[in-house]
């Protein structure tokens, strides 16, 4: 492969996607109804810069992260996908990684849940994408960076997040997810970036080494969250889970209760934050 192709097929891709394929505003003078190459960093958590030089065949060496994030905000089927790894210089990966891939099927749920509140992590609990109500109501994560985006990391080492926990809830909450790690790991035992977060977490949270080390059942933890909003003030949800299991992945729902005043601060979260996000 030339090391044009790369970058001509992003182009020529990102020219075909129009702005609301994407969940972005049309906006004004705009000269081609594609994507603008802010638009499709953006999407892809990384900067023009680099997409500039990956278009113009100056950077040719994309890792298999930013390979998939292209694909996915490019709305690539199945085989464009295939054909962007080729043209990368690697293959796409296959069944013993953890994969970040969201399939066409998948992306047609998020679209349609596209006002509510929704994140996606893949079975590492790493952040795939997040959507603009959730950033609104959670705090903006597309600046997020490597594992800064890995929810047991943010838990136990990190800042955490915006969702208010007693100690015991705490306590259950880093125990599920460290649990749920294990069985990761023991899904994909040849996946090395996996290998290498583990490995990053015991370094850093005595914590997480012994919760590893247990052997306990991991506990329920709450499906009921209190967001900790910081203008709107808190904000009781239902928190909901559904794990995609063909694709091992997480779509993480949060919702309120018709009619009730948490909906209304819900609804007047997301309405200043998605203004923020498109000012």
């Not at 638009?39 to 060496?61: C, H, N, P």
Request: some cysteine.
């Amino acid at each position: 492969m030339e090391k044009w192709e790369f970058g001509h097929a992003v182009r020529r891709w990102r020219e075909r996607v129009t702005p609301d394929a994407v969940g972005l505003p049309p906006g004004t003078r705009r000269r081609a109804p594609g994507l603008r190459r802010e638009e499709l960093a953006g999407l892809t958590g990384i900067s023009v810069d680099y997409l500039t030089r990956l278009e113009q065949g100056r950077s040719t060496s994309p890792s298999t992260q930013v390979v998939e994030a292209l694909a996915r905000a490019l709305r690539l089927a199945d085989r464009e996908r295939e054909l962007l790894f080729r043209l990368s210089g690697q293959p796409a990966p296959g069944n013993d990684v953890v994969s970040s891939r969201i399939t066409p099927s998948v992306q047609r749920l998020l679209d349609r849940l596209s006002t509510t509140a929704v994140a996606v992590y893949d079975a590492a609990w790493t952040l795939i994408v997040a959507n603009a109500p959730y950033d609104a109501l959670m705090g903006e994560t597309s600046s997020l960076r490597g594992i800064e985006r890995n929810a047991v990391w943010r838990n136990l080492v990190g800042p955490g997040n915006r969702a208010a926990h007693t100690p015991s809830e705490k306590a259950d909450l880093d125990a599920q997810l460290v649990a749920d790690l294990r069985l990761t790991a023991a899904r994909y035992p040849a996946d090395r970036r996996l290998q290498l977060l583990i490995r990053q977490l015991g370094a850093a949270s005595s914590r997480f080494v012994e919760l590893w080390e247990s052997d306990v059942p991991a506990p329920r933890t709450s499906r009921h969250k209190v967001i900790e909003h910081p203008v709107v003030g808190p904000i009781a949800l239902d928190c909901d889970t559904l794990v995609v299991t063909d694709d091992d992945i997480r779509v993480m729902v949060y919702s309120a209760e018709p009619a009730s005043d948490d909906a209304d601060r819900l609804a007047l979260a997301i309405v200043l934050g998605t203004q923020q996000l498109v000012e």
